[in-house]
């Protein structure tokens, strides 16, 4: 079995925290997908990898009838009563293998298209759309902007020393500057892309809701319990003695919005 498809396999272990703490969306980038992607209110929406429901219920507001498909059995029962008195089906299962019978006005995928093969993904999405349908694809990054939060330089250390600091040749994201897909969704011959914007953002931890997060990150779910409790000791020592006992993250996002080729090459 790969890497990713062991990682990918992770994030049910995290469902309870996953709603909690992983960040909302900004809602302009959902106005921008709607506007892009043309959609009207009743419009049969599919999405990849739904986890919990943070990318699935501002969408089930604005009207949407959202079908979903998630991997984790633990993950796909939260986002089924996360959900609930929405038009929402979540169904347990890998995206790759869906079948859908009436097609769909839009795929989406909020931090799970990465997940998946790409070899497969583009041309099920593909299947399942309707003529002149939609694909959107966007994730989350961290970014760090002029002024950020020192705290992620200073634990760098840490890591390193249990095992687990960056490559050499890591390059730190600056907002607006997450790397982007078209070239990939181009590149599978069945979709033109529309729409690619940026966007950024502030959140602040407590420590303990910062340790939170780090749970539901398939690399320190990955990690052995010593690497865990080293980590997170430090980090708890190391924020209990700043003013505020907090940390600042800056999130970053880039939506793909693309329409289904017709007539694909």
Not at 19 to 45: C, F, K, N
Not at 218 to 238: C, N, P, T, V, Y
């Amino acid at each position: 079995m790969k890497k990713r498809e062991e990682l990918r396999r992770t994030f049910g272990q995290a469902a309870a925290l996953y709603e909690r703490v992983r960040p909302a969306y900004p809602e302009e980038l959902y106005d921008d997908l709607v506007a892009a992607a043309g959609l009207a209110a009743g419009d049969r929406l599919l999405e990849v990898g739904c986890a919990t429901g943070k990318a699935t219920r501002p969408l089930a507001r604005r009207g949407f009838a959202i079908s979903c498909v998630e991997l984790s059995p633990a993950l796909a029962a939260a986002a089924r009563e996360n959900l609930a008195g929405y038009d929402v089906t979540v169904t347990e299962g890998e995206f790759e293998s869906f079948a859908a019978g009436e097609p769909f006005a839009l795929v989406y995928a909020a931090t799970a298209w990465h997940w998946l093969d790409p070899a497969v993904a583009f041309s099920r999405a593909w299947r399942v759309l309707r003529p002149g349908g939609h694909l959107a694809i966007w994730g989350q990054a961290h970014v760090f902007p002029d002024g950020g939060d020192p705290f992620f330089d200073e634990i760098q250390a840490v890591y390193e020393a249990i095992g687990e600091g960056l490559p050499s040749d890591a390059v730190r994201t600056r907002p607006g500057e997450v790397a982007d897909e078209r070239a990939a969704i181009e590149a599978s011959g069945l979709f033109s892309v529309e729409l690619v914007r940026q966007y950024d953002w502030e959140r602040v931890y407590a420590a303990e809701e910062y340790i939170d997060l780090l749970r539901t990150f398939s690399g320190h779910i990955a990690m052995a319990g010593w690497q865990r409790d080293k980590l997170f000791a430090e980090i708890r020592r190391r924020l209990a003695g700043r003013p505020g006992h907090s940390v600042r993250r800056h999130w970053g996002s880039v939506l793909h919005v693309a329409r289904r080729l017709d007539n694909p090459s």
